[in-house]
Nanobody, 114 residues
């Protein structure tokens, strides 16, 4: 059973930084991983993804500010978020894509004050 646990959210001022981490109870070696977010009243959207071979994609809104990384030995996926803006405020979810199915963590709140 896939179990993803996010950590690292919190309250930060605009321009600040946060680092989110996602720990998987199983191996991530063969799988694409990602970070998504959902703001109040909005649909969940992709923030960044990383494939099993390390290829990365980013939403246009976070390019140049966020960096996704993975550590296959530790089964973790991190999201370094710099130059945060109030519009980055959302619940951030870790995602694992396995055989056509998405698995989600419980989410971690990120709040950016202006």
């Amino acid at each position: 059973q896939v179990q993803l646990v996010e950590s690292g959210g919190g309250l930060v001022q605009a321009g600040g930084s946060l680092r989110l981490s996602c720990a998987d109870s199983g191996s991530i070696f063969w799988f694409a991983m990602g970070w998504y977010r959902q703001a109040p009243g909005k649909q969940r959207e992709v923030v960044a993804t990383i494939t099993s071979d390390g290829s990365k994609t980013y939403a246009d809104s976070v390019k140049g500010r966020f960096t996704i990384s993975r550590d296959n030995a530790k089964n973790t996926v991190d999201l370094q978020m710099n130059s945060l803006k109030p519009e980055d405020t959302a619940v951030y979810y870790c995602n694992k894509f396995v055989m056509g199915r998405h698995y989600w963590g419980q989410g971690t709140q990120v709040t950016v004050s202006s």
